[in-house]
RNA sequence: GCUGGUGUGGCGGAAUGGCAGACGCACAGGACUUAAAAUCCUGAGAGGGCAACUUCGUGUGGGUUCAAGUCCCACCACCAGCACCA
C-alpha cells in the first residue's frame, strides 16, 4: 500500500470538496458539537496536539456516520508570547507571523487528517475577530463588570508586566517561569469572584473527571463564615477605627488572643498617629513589600510580624482587650485582610504566638500541648467547648450557630461567603494583544468608545518592548494614543495596556458558529441551533483558568441576552499528556521529542493514528514510544490484504455475532473517546476473518465503516476500489440485538467457588436446563459426589456455582 | 498539610461484582529462505511436577459476598491540583 499516494488523495479531496461542512438550520440531522481547543500559534504542531485533536475527529467522523451534522472547527490563538518573541528577538512582523504560523497549522492538521470545517477558521489575532473581543469588554465595562483600580498585582519582572493569579500559578510566570512579585500598580480587572457561585454551579453541570471538577472547586475556594466588626481603641481608651475580621471558626471566638493584620492593608495609614511605634511598623511593611510571593511562601515555618503598639481591639464576645499586629502571613487579597487569631486552635496563629509570646486560652476540648487542635480535628469528633461563657460544654455544631447568632444579635457580625478566586487582572503591559476600546480622559475619566468604532485597531509600532517605567508599548505610538475624549470631546489618551491572550479564547467557540459575522458576535438563531459545546478536548493545564474564563463570559453574556445558553459545554475532556523517554511533558521544546511529522512521514498519518492512541487512553499520559508500532503497521497491511479475500454472499452466524460486537464496541469507544480498546476490537475481527480466509463484501463495507474514524485515510481508498462510492456518504450499519448472542456458549463451572471445568451450552438454555446440563457433566458429578448441595448460582452465559457441604 | 486520582506480567495496557492479564510489543521455539529481513504457526503470570495437575497471584493488612482488580475500612507508594485562604 502507497500510503503517501493515498493520504495526499484523500486529504486533498476532503479540503478542496469541503466534505466536512457543517450545516446552520439543517432541515433534518440532529447537530453536534465537537471542539478541540484551538492551537496556539506557535510553530509546528508536537505530539500533544495529536493526542488531543485525532480522538475529536474520531468523534466528529463517528457521530456524522450516525446521522449528526457536526461541527467540528479550528482556529488560532494567535495574540500573547510566541508571536511577540518572534518580533521582539527577530523583527519579524507579529501579523506576519501569525499567518504563516497559521498556515502551517491547518497545512499539518490536514497531514494529520482531521476533518475540521476549514470554512469557518478563526484566528484571535484578525481585527474581524477581535472586534467582538473588544465588543464583549465593552459591554463588561458597560455593566459595571471591569473596574480600573490602583492595587497590588502580580507583576513579572522579567516580562515587564501584570499578570491574573492564574498566570501565576505556584508564584511562577506562565510567560516565561520567573518568580513573580507584587507590585501596587493601575490596572484592569473583570469581577470574576462575582460569579463564584456560577462558576460553581457549572462546575456541577459539566461532564468532566472528578479530579478536574475538583481543581476547579478548589480554584475557586469558596467558603461559608462569620464576618465579626471590631472597634479599635488607642492607648487612652478612645474608639478610633473599625476593623472587620473573617472567620469560619466562629465556635474559637473565646480563644483570641491577637488579631492580626496584612502589612498592606491601608487602615494601618489611617491608624498611624495612635501607632506608637510606626518607625518599626513602616520597616516591617518595607520589608515585606520587597519580598516575593515565592519567599513568603517557602519561608512558612519562620513567622514574622510587628506588635502594634498603643493599640488594642475589644472582642465582642466577651469585652476581652486583645492585642494588635501585622504579620505576612496575613493575605491582603483574602477576606479583609485580617484575622482574629486563637492559637490554641490554628497551628499558624500557634506559631506566631508561641515566638511573639503571646499568651493561649483553650476554647475546645483536646491535647494542645505540642501544636494546635484545628478544626480538621475537633470537627470530626464533635467535642465540647470550655473557657467559652455560656457556650462552655455545648458541642462545636451547637456551639458554631449559637454563638454566631448571639455576635449577628448584637449587630456586631453576619454571616459571609468568600472566595480564593480574585478578580481577573485583565491588562498587560505588551504590544501583541487586542487594544482596550477605552480612552482616558483627564476630565472624564476612563470612557468607553463607542460600539460603531470597533475594531479598534492596533497600530504599527517599530518596538515591541515595553519602556522602562513598565508602560505598555503601545504608549510610544504617539499618533495612536492622542485622541480626542468621546464623551466631552477634550485632548485625551487611549488606554495602552492590551488584553491577556486569554481574552481572544474566553468567547471563541461562539465564533464557530457564525465566523463571518459583521454585525454581531454571532446570529442569535444559530448559537441556539448549534448550542452549547457537546464534547471539548483539550489539555487539563487549562482547567483552572482558559475553562474558568470560559464559564465567567459565557455566563455574562448569557446574562445580557448575547447567548442564549449559560454552560458553554456539556461535557469537557481532559487530555493525557505525552511523555518522552525521561518520563516529562513531551512539547515543543522538550529535547527528546518526537515530531508527529516525522512519523507520519515514515509510517502514514492512519499509522501514527492509532500507534499514539493505542499506547494508551484518551485521559491518561502515554509514554512516547516507537515499540509497538510495528503491529499497528501489520494490522494496517492485514486490513489492506482484506480486499483480496472477498468471497461469497451470506454472512456466517459466526460472523455476524462478531460484526455486531464490533459495531456496539466500536460505537462505544468512539462516544467514550477510548480509542486504545476500539483499535483492540478492530484487531479481534480482523484475526477472525484472516483465521476464516474470507470476507463477505457486506462485512468489509461495515468493517470500513467501523475503522474509518481511526484511520480515515486507507479506508476511504479501499471503500472506493471495492464499493465504488464514497465511504463519506455511508451511514454507520445497525445490527440486530440477537447477533450479540452467540448460538452457543461457554462457562466455567465452579464447586465451593472454585473452578472444576468450562462447558459448552446452548445460549438460550434456562438456569434449569443448564443446571441439568452441568450436573450431567463427568467432573461435575465427580465432585458432587457424597456431598449436598446447598446453594445453586447461575449468572446466565458467564458462571455456575455450585455451593456443597 | 489539604483535595482528587491512580497502583494489574519484562513493557504499553484490557476486564457492567462472575473464567484476571484481552489487544499489542518484546521474548522463546518452529515453518519458509543459501542466509537475513518480512511473513506465517506455536508457547508463555510466578513457583512446583515428565505429565494429567497443583499452589500462589491485581501496592499492603483486614472486612463484606457463593464470588472482589472491582465494594467497605485502615495503611503505603506514586501522580496531579491547591497551599500561611483565617
Given amino acids: 500500500m502507497d500510503f503517501k499516494q493515498i493520504e495526499k488523495k484523500w486529504q486533498d479531496k476532503w479540503f478542496n470538496e469541503k466534505l466536512f461542512k457543517a450545516v446552520d438550520f439543517h432541515p433534518t440531522k440532529p447537530k453536534y458539537y465537537v471542539l478541540y481547543e484551538f492551537y496556539n500559534i506557535s510553530g509546528n ?3 500533544g496536539h495529536l493526542k488531543g485533536t485525532v480522538p475529536a475527529d474520531a468523534l466528529a467522523r463517528y457521530k456524522r456516520f450516525k446521522g449528526y451534522n457536526v461541527l467540528f472547527p479550528i482556529g488560532g490563538d494567535a495574540f500573547g508570547l510566541p508571536a511577540e518573541n518572534a518580533a521582539i528577538k527577530t523583527g519579524i512582523n507579529p ?20 476533518s475540521f470545517d476549514w470554512d469557518r477558521t478563526i484566528c484571535t489575532s484578525d481585527p474581524e475577530y477581535y472586534k467582538w473581543t473588544q465588543w464583549i469588554f465593552l459591554q463588561l465595562f458597560n455593566h459595571g463588570k471591569a473596574y480600573k483600580e490602583t492595587a497590588k498585582v502580580n507583576f513579572c519582572p522579567k516580562c515587564q508586566t501584570v499578570l491574573s493569579n492564574e498566570d501565576s500559578q505556584g508564584g511562577k510566570c506562565d510567560r516565561c517561569g520567573s ?48 464576618e465579626i466588626t471590631f472597634d479599635i481603641f488607642d492607648e487612652k481608651g478612645n474608639k478610633v477605627e473599625k476593623l472587620d475580621i473573617y472567620t469560619t471558626c466562629v465556635e474559637t471566638v473565646y480563644g483570641i488572643t491577637f488579631v492580626a493584620l496584612a502589612p498592606e492593608l491601608k487602615l494601618l495609614d489611617k491608624l498611624k498617629n495612635s501607632i506608637k511605634n510606626w518607625t518599626e511598623v513602616e520597616k516591617y511593611r518595607k520589608m515585606t513589600a520587597l519580598r516575593s510571593e515565592f519567599d513568603r511562601m517557602s519561608d512558612q515555618k519562620n513567622k514574622t510580624g510587628c506588635k502594634l503598639e498603643g493599640l488594642y481591639v475589644i472582642n465582642p464576645a466577651n469585652g476581652r482587650k486583645v492585642d494588635m499586629y501585622i504579620a505576612d502571613f496575613v493575605l ?31 476554647v475546645i476540648e483536646g491535647d494542645t500541648s505540642s501544636q494546635a487542635v484545628e478544626k480538621g480535628e475537633y470537627l470530626p469528633k464533635n467535642s465540647k467547648l470550655i473557657n467559652s461563657a455560656e457556650f462552655s460544654g455545648m458541642t462545636v455544631k451547637d456551639a458554631k450557630v449559637k454563638i454566631a447568632q448571639k455576635l449577628i444579635d448584637m449587630g456586631v457580625a453576619r454571616k459571609k461567603v468568600n472566595y480564593k478566586m480574585t478578580d481577573w487582572a485583565f491588562n498587560r ?6 487594544p482596550f476600546p477605552i480612552v482616558i480622559c483627564p476630565h472624564c475619566g476612563e470612557v468607553a468608545i463607542s460600539e460603531k468604532d470597533l475594531p479598534l485597531l492596533l497600530p504599527e509600532v517599530k518596538d515591541y518592548m515595553p519602556n522602562k517605567n513598565g508602560d505598555s508599548p503601545l504608549s510610544k505610538a504617539k499618533d495612536w494614543v492622542n485622541c480626542k475624549c468621546p464623551k466631552c470631546g477634550r485632548d485625551a489618551k487611549r488606554e495602552t495596556d492590551t488584553m491577556p491572550n486569554w481574552a481572544g479564547s474566553s468567547w471563541y467557540w461562539l465564533r464557530y458558529v457564525d465566523p463571518h459575522n459583521s454585525e454581531k458576535l454571532a446570529d442569535f438563531e444559530k448559537l441556539k441551533y448549534w448550542g452549547s459545546v457537546d464534547c471539548y478536548t483539550g489539555g487539563t493545564e487549562h482547567i ?20 442564549p445558553t449559560r454552560d458553554p459545554f456539556v461535557r469537557k475532556m481532559g487530555s493525557g499528556l505525552v511523555l518522552d523517554d525521561e518520563g516529562k511533558k513531551m512539547s515543543k521544546s522538550s529535547k527528546n521529542g518526537v515530531s508527529p511529522l516525522e512519523v507520519i512521514d ?49 454472512i456466517s452466524d459466526e460472523h455476524r455475532f462478531e460484526l455486531a460486537s464490533l459495531n456496539k464496541k466500536a460505537g462505544e469507544n468512539y462516544e467514550n473517546l477510548k480509542l486504545n480498546t476500539a483499535i483492540s476490537a478492530m484487531m479481534i475481527f480482523v484475526k477472525k476473518i484472516k483465521e476464516d480466509g474470507f470476507i463477505t463484501k457486506e462485512e468489509l463495507r461495515q468493517f470500513l465503516i467501523f475503522l474509518n474514524p481511526l484511520a480515515p485515510h486507507m479506508t476511504s481508498e479501499m471503500f472506493e476500489r471495492v464499493f465504488g462510492e464514497q465511504i463519506t456518504d455511508q451511514s454507520w450499519p445497525d445490527y440486530n440485538e440477537k447477533d450479540l448472542v452467540k448460538n452457543e456458549v461457554e462457562i466455567a463451572v465452579q464447586v465451593n467457588s472454585k473452578i472444576v471445568t468450562r462447558i459448552v451450552i446452548p445460549s438460550d438454555a434456562d438456569n434449569q436446563k443448564v443446571l441439568e446440563i452441568v450436573k450431567a457433566n463427568d467432573k461435575i458429578q465427580l465432585a458432587l459426589k457424597d456431598k449436598t448441595i446447598v446453594k445453586e448460582i447461575v449468572v446466565p452465559g458467564r458462571i455456575v456455582n455450585i455451593i456443597v457441604k
Fill in 602 to 650: 515514515k509510517y502514514g498519518a492512519d499509522v501514527t493514528r492509532m500507534h499514539l492512541h493505542f499506547l494508551g487512553g484518551y485521559e491518561d499520559n502515554t509514554p512516547w514510544t516507537y515499540d509497538g508500532i510495528k503491529g499497528i503497521t501489520s494490522f494496517v497491511d492485514k486490513v489492506w490484504s482484506l480486499q483480496d479475500m472477498i468471497k461469497g454472499e451470506k
Fill in 429 to 434: 503591559q505588551r504590544y501583541w494583544g487586542e
Fill in 95 to 114: 501579523h506576519d507571523f501569525v499567518a504563516n504560523g497559521l498556515k502551517t497549522v491547518i497545512a499539518q492538521s490536514q497531514k494529520i487528517g482531521l
Fill in 332 to 362: 491582603a487579597g483574602y477576606a479583609t485582610g485580617a484575622v482574629m487569631a486563637v492559637p490554641s486552635h490554628d497551628q499558624r496563629d500557634y506559631e506566631f504566638a508561641q515566638k511573639f509570646n503571646i499568651p493561649f486560652i483553650q
Fill in 544 to 563: 483552572t483558568r482558559h475553562v474558568l474564563y470560559a464559564f465567567f463570559w459565557q455566563n455574562f453574556l448569557y446574562e445580557i441576552g448575547a447567548v
Fill in 45 to 47: 504542531l508536537h505530539m
Fill in 179 to 226: 518568580d513573580v512579585v507584587q507590585e501596587e500598580r493601575q490596572s484592569w480587572f473583570l469581577k470574576m469572584r462575582e460569579y463564584g457561585d456560577k462558576l460553581l454551579q457549572n462546575v456541577d453541570r459539566i461532564q468532566m473527571a472528578e479530579n478536574l471538577k475538583e481543581a476547579q472547586r478548589n480554584w475557586i475556594g469558596r467558603s461559608e463564615g462569620t
